[in-house]
C-alpha cells in the first residue's frame, strides 16, 4: 500500500548564550542554542564515494551526508546544501518519493568552497551497493561538524549534527560585513510570503519556512548581545534569494547566525483527517504568551473573540479587516485584544488591541480581556460586544461616546489600585469602541480588582463581576451601591455590578467570603418561564473560612441546597433579581464534597444551567451528582491512585422547577478540568478544557463524521479537551477528543450554535507536533489562516498553568519563559441543508449529468430565452461555485469540489428558483 505524506521543515534563527570555545586549527564552534554540544548527532562522509544520484550514478559532488532526523541534509560542492525528505514506500514494486530543496551561498561576494570536516568520531561504516561495485566502499568515516570556510569573506558556514536535528551557523569574523550575505533557494515549485512576514517554499506538498528571529554576538565577558536583522526576500527568474539586513553591531566581535530545525526525533506527528473541523488557525506573531479566553457568535454567525497578547504586531493590519482597528498599536506589555470574524468568509471584520502603557504600581502594564458578551436583541442602539477584563494602567482609555445610548454611561478613570476591573463596548459593526470604564479601588494601591465575567440580555440589561482581594489580609473598601430594598454585602471577595437603562451602576456588591480563591467566575442574565422579571445567575468559588456565614446562604422554596461547605473548595451557585422592586439575592446555595470542587464556567438555555469545573472529591454522593438513569453518562468515583488528581466535573441544574438533575465526574488517571461550557439549542451540550491524562478522555472515536484525535500522552504537557454530550433526558456522550500537538494546549472558550461550534484557546504545540490546523477556504484570500503563532515548541515549564491555585487565579499569565500562541477553531454540527432524495426532473423542471470533463451539465427544457444564475451549495451551506448563462443549457464546473452531495440551485430575473440534489463523483 502507497502512503502520501505532507512534510515541514522549519529553519529558525534563534539566539543563544555563547562561549569562545577552541577547536582544531582555531575554529570558532558557537554551541546550540539549546545547550546541545553539536556531537549528539554526525554526518557521514562520502569518501570513497557511496552516495548515488537518481540515474544510478556516483554523486562525486556530495562530501557528507547527516545520519538521523526525517530530513536528510546532503553538504555538496560549491558552497551548497541539500535538504532531502524520503517517503518510503512499503512496496518494492513502487520507488520511494524523494522531495529536495537546495540552498546555495550566493551575492557578489560568494565563493566557491567545498566542505571540509572538522574531527573524525568513533565508527566507521561499510557500504555495499551497485554503485560501489563489487569492492563496496569501506571503512566510511564520521564526523560531528563540516566546515565551508571562508563561503562569504570572513564568513564560514558549519554544519553540525544535535539531539534535535542537523543545525547550521554562519560565523561572521570581527571586521566582516555579513550584511551582504545571499541565500539563494532552488528547486521550490512555488513561493510566497506568508500574512506574518514568513517566507514559505513549497515542493509537492513540502514547505521549507525562513523564520525571522535573532542574531547575536558573544564579547570577552561570555555576554550575549543581540542583533536586530531582517530578512528580505527578492524573486528573480524562478529564483528565491533571502538578503540578511543587519542593524547596529560591534565589529569588533564576531557575529553569529545559528539555524537548524526544532527537535525532532522523527517523523513530526500526522495530523488527524478534518472531518467536521471546518476551519482551525493560529492567530497572533511569533512574539509568544498571547491566548484566546472567549468567544461568542451574534444571531447572523459572525464570530468574536478576546484575550491579551504580548506581541506589539499582532494582526491588527488594516489591510486584513473590512473595518480597521479601533487602536492598531500595542499599548503595554500585555495588551487586551477584541474582534470579530465574518460568518461566510471567516475574514477578519475588524480587531484591536486596548489598554494602557503606564502601570500604576511600577510593575509592567498589563491589560487583559476575560469575557466578552455579544447583544442578541433586535435594539439598534444596542448593537455591541461588551469585554471585561483587568487592567493595572493608570492611563487606561476611558471613554462615554456623544450621540450614543453610552452619553451617560459609567466613566471611572484609574482612580487607584494595585490592579482594577474594566468593561468596554465595541461595535459589533466596526469594532470601534464607545464605552469604556474602570472599577475598583480609589486613592491608594493595596488590593486588586479583576472582571472576570460579563453578560447582556435581548434587551440590553447588562452585568459584570469578578473577585476581589487583598494580599495584606485588610479590607477592599468595595463600593457599594444599593437601590432601596436591595440586598447587600459590605465585604467579600466576589463582586457583580449590574448597570441600569443608561450603563451607570445601578446595584453593585461583595458576595461571598474574603479569601484568595473566593470571586464570581461567571454569569447569565435569563428570564424563568414561570417568572415576572429577569434574574442573574452567578457561579463561583469559595473557600471555607470555617464560618458558617461565610456564603450568604438563602434556601430555594424547594429542590437541590447545600447550606454548609463540604470541603476545602466549593462551588456556589446564586440567583438575583435584577430589577426595581425585586432587587434581592433570592436564593444561594453551596455544592461541594469533602475535595476541591472548583467552577470554571456556566450555561443558561431555557430552564436549566450547566456549571463545569473540576473536583478532586473522592466520591461524589447521589445528592451532588445525582444520577438520571438509561443511558446516562454517570461517574462519581476516582478510580485513579494519582496523587492530586482532578476531574473534569458536569452539573446540570433545572431551574422551573429548581433542582439538581444530573451531575458527573468526567477524566482519565491524572488531572483533568473543564474551563467552558456551551449548548447548541439542538439537544446538545459541549465541554471544553485540557487534559494531562494519556488515557481515559478520549479513548475512542466515537463518530465517523466527527473531528477526532486521540490523546498524545506526553506527560507532563497537557492537551486541549473537547466532549459532546446529549441534553435531559439522555445525558449520553456522542463525542470526545482533544485538539493539539505535542506539548500543552488548552480549550478556554466555546460558543454554539445549531450549525456550528466555536472554540478558542492558547497553544504551546506548533503545527510542526502536529496541530491541526484547516484553512476554511483554500480557494479565496478571503478567510483568515496562519499556520505559526507564539507557540514554544515545545517549551513547557511546570508553572506554565497552575493547577493547585485555582488555574493561576484568572491573571497570573505564563511566565517570560513559557510561550504560548492564541487560536480558534470551528466544528460543523448542522445536518447539512436537509435535502431529501434526488427529485425527478418533472418536479425540479431541471436536468443534471456529469460528463468526463469535470462538469455537470444543467438543462433547463423550455426556458432557451431566460438568463440563469446557477449555484452549488455543499453539505455545511456553503456556496462553492457559480455560474451564469442565458438559455436552456449550461454548466458547473466540480472538479475541484470535494466528493460528497451538492444542492444546485438556478434563479433568473424574476426570482424563479429550480433546486436539484447531485452528487460529486
Not at 577547536?23 to 557521514?44: C, E, I, N
Not at 505559526?788 to 491555585?805: C, F, I, K
Amino acid at each position: 500500500m502507497r502512503h502520501s505524506s505532507t512534510v515541514h521543515f522549519l529553519f529558525a534563527l534563534f539566539i543563544s548564550a555563547t562561549t569562545l570555545n577552541a577547536a582544531a586549527q582555531g575554529l570558532y564552534v558557537p554551541p546550540t542554542f539549546d545547550g546541545d554540544p553539536g556531537k549528539s548527532g554526525r554526518l557521514r562522509a562520502n569518501s570513497p564515494a557511496w552516495v548515488a544520484d537518481t540515474e544510478g550514478d556516483l554523486a562525486q559532488q556530495v562530501r557528507f551526508v547527516s545520519e538521523g532526523g526525517p530530513l536528510t541534509v546532503y553538504a555538496l560542492t560549491n558552497s551548497t546544501l541539500s535538504f532531502v525528505r524520503a517517503v518510503r514506500d512499503t512496496s518494492e514494486a513502487t520507488p520511494d518519493t524523494l522531495y529536495r530543496i537546495d540552498m546555495k551561498v550566493s551575492g557578489e561576494m560568494a565563493r566557491s568552497r567545498d566542505p571540509e570536516a572538522t574531527d573524525t568520531i568513533p565508527g566507521r561504516n561499510n557500504y555495499y551497493f551497485p554503485q560501489t561495485g563489487t569492492g563496496g566502499a569501506l571503512d566510511v568515516a564520521a564526523t560531528s561538524r563540516v566546515l565551508y570556510k571562508d563561503v562569504h569573506p570572513d564568513m564560514d558556514l558549519q554544519l553540525y549534527g544535535s539531539a534535535t536535528g542537523t543545525r547550521m551557523a554562519f560565523v561572521a569574523k570581527p571586521g566582516s560585513d555579513p550584511s551582504g550575505l545571499v541565500l539563494t533557494f532552488l528547486g521550490a515549485d512555488s513561493l510566497k510570503v506568508d500574512l506574518d512576514g514568513l517566507l514559505k517554499a513549497y515542493l509537492k506538498g513540502w514547505e521549507m519556512k525562513l523564520m525571522p528571529a535573532v542574531a547575536y554576538q558573544v564579547d570577552s565577558n561570555n555576554n550575549v548581545i543581540p542583533l536586530n536583522w531582517t530578512p528580505n526576500y527578492n524573486v528573480f527568474n524562478g529564483l528565491l534569494s533571502v538578503f540578511l539586513d543587519l542593524g547596529e553591531y560591534d565589529e569588533e566581535l564576531p557575529v553569529v547566525f545559528e539555524v537548524g530545525a526544532p527537535a525532532m526525533g522523527g517523523d513530526p506527528p500526522v495530523p488527524p483527517p478534518a472531518r467536521n473541523l471546518d476551519w482551525c488557525t493560529f492567530h497572533g506573531d511569533m512574539s509568544g504568551g498571547s491566548a484566546f479566553e472567549c468567544v461568542d457568535t451574534d444571531p447572523e454567525g459572525n464570530v468574536y473573540y478576546c484575550g491579551f497578547t504580548w506581541a506589539n504586531n499582532f494582526p491588527v493590519d488594516p489591510g486584513y479587516q473590512v473595518y480597521g482597528p479601533f487602536n492598531p498599536d500595542f499599548m503595554g506589555h500585555i495588551s487586551a485584544v477584541a474582534g470579530r470574524f465574518n460568518a461566510g468568509t471567516r475574514r477578519p471584520q475588524w480587531t484591536t488591541f486596548y489598554g494602557g502603557n503606564q502601570s500604576a504600581t511600577n510593575d509592567w502594564a498589563k491589560s487583559t480581556a476575560h469575557k466578552l458578551s455579544v447583544f442578541k436583541g433586535t435594539d439598534n442602539d444596542i448593537q455591541y460586544v461588551f469585554v471585561a477584563g483587568s487592567t493595572n494602567c493608570e492611563d487606561f482609555d476611558v471613554w462615554t461616546e456623544p450621540s450614543t445610548v453610552f452619553a451617560d454611561a459609567e466613566a471611572e478613570s484609574y482612580q487607584g489600585g494595585k490592579r482594577r476591573a474594566w468593561i468596554g463596548a465595541f461595535h459589533k459593526v466596526t469594532g470601534y469602541r464607545d464605552w469604556a470604564t474602570t472599577h475598583g479601588e480609589s486613592g491608594a494601591n493595596t488590593w486588586y480588582e479583576d472582571g472576570l465575567c460579563v453578560d447582556v440580555d435581548e434587551h440590553g440589561k447588562l452585568a459584570f463581576g469578578g473577585k476581589l482581594y487583598n494580599w495584606d489580609g485588610g479590607s477592599t473598601n468595595f463600593h457599594v451601591v444599593t437601590p432601596t430594598g436591595a440586598w447587600s454585602r459590605a465585604e467579600g471577595s466576589g463582586f457583580f455590578i449590574v448597570f441600569d437603562e443608561d450603563y451607570q451602576i445601578d446595584w453593585a456588591s461583595c458576595f461571598a467570603p474574603v479569601s484568595e480563591v473566593t470571586g464570581v467566575e461567571d454569569m447569565r442574565i435569563v428570564k424563568p418561564s414561570n417568572g415576572d422579571h429577569p434574574v442573574l445567575w452567578i457561579v463561583g468559588n469559595t473557600l471555607n473560612t470555617g464560618s458558617p456565614t461565610g456564603l450568604d446562604v438563602v434556601p430555594p422554596p424547594s429542590g437541590f441546597h447545600q447550606a454548609a461547605p463540604g470541603g476545602d473548595i466549593d462551588i456556589f451557585l446564586a440567583r438575583l433579581g435584577i430589577v426595581p422592586g425585586h432587587y434581592d439575592l433570592e436564593f444561594s446555595t453551596y455544592w461541594g464534597g469533602d475535595g476541591a470542587d472548583v467552577t470554571w464556567g456556566m450555561e443558561a438555555f431555557d430552564d436549566e444551567i450547566w456549571v463545569t469545573g473540576f473536583t478532586t472529591t473522592s466520591v461524589l454522593s447521589a445528592t451532588l451528582a445525582p444520577d438520571p438513569g438509561g443511558n446516562a453518562f454517570h461517574e462519581t468515583v476516582d478510580l485513579s491512585d494519582q496523587p492530586g488528581k482532578a476531574d473534569g466535573l458536569i452539573l446540570r441544574f433545572s431551574t422551573v422547577p429548581w433542582d439538581l438533575t444530573y451531575g458527573t465526574r468526567y477524566g482519565g488517571l491524572d488531572k483533568d478540568i473543564f474551563l467552558d461550557v456551551a449548548t447548541d439549542g439542538n439537544g446538545r451540550v459541549f465541554f471544553t478544557g485540557e487534559s494531562r491524562s494519556h488515557d481515559g478522555v478520549a479513548d475512542s472515536d466515537m463518530d465517523a463524521n466527527l473531528f477526532y484525535q486521540p490523546p498524545f500522552g506526553n506527560a507532563p504537557y497537557r492537551d486541549a479537551m473537547l466532549l459532546g454530550m446529549r441534553t435531559a433526558p439522555d445525558y449520553g456522550i456522542f463525542w470526545r477528543t482533544i485538539i493539539g500537538g505535542l506539548y500543552s494546549d488548552r480549550g478556554w472558550g466555546l460558543a454554539a450554535t445549531p450549525d456550528e461550534l466555536f472554540l478558542c484557546g492558547a497553544a504551546n504545540s506548533s503545527r510542526y507536533d502536529g496541530f491541526p490546523l484547516v484553512e476554511w477556504d483554500p480557494g479565496t484570500p478571503e478567510d483568515f489562516y496562519q499556520t505559526e503563532s507564539g507557540s514554544g515548541y515545545g517549551e513547557d515549564p511546570t508553572d506554565y498553568y497552575s493547577w493547585q491555585t485555582m488555574m493561576d487565579f484568572q491573571w497570573w499569565l505564563p511566565s517570560p519563559d513559557s510561550e504560548c500562541g492564541p487560536f480558534i477553531a470551528s466544528f460543523f454540527i448542522g445536518t447539512g441543508v436537509g435535502w431529501e432524495d434526488t427529485p425527478s426532473m418533472a418536479e425540479t423542471g431541471m436536468r443534471v449529468w456529469p460528463d468526463g470533463a469535470g462538469n455537470w451539465n444543467v438543462e433547463l427544457p423550455g426556458r432557451g430565452t431566460e438568463a440563469w444564475q446557477v449555484s452549488a451549495t455543499n453539505g455545511l451551506g456553503q456556496v462553492v461555485r457559480t455560474a451564469s448563462w442565458k438559455g436552456t443549457r449550461g454548466y458547473v464546473h466540480y472538479m475541484d469540489l470535494a466528493s460528497g452531495p451538492y444542492i444546485l440551485s438556478a434563479v433568473n430575473a424574476q426570482g424563479e428558483r429550480k433546486t436539484i440534489k447531485v452528487l460529486r463523483p
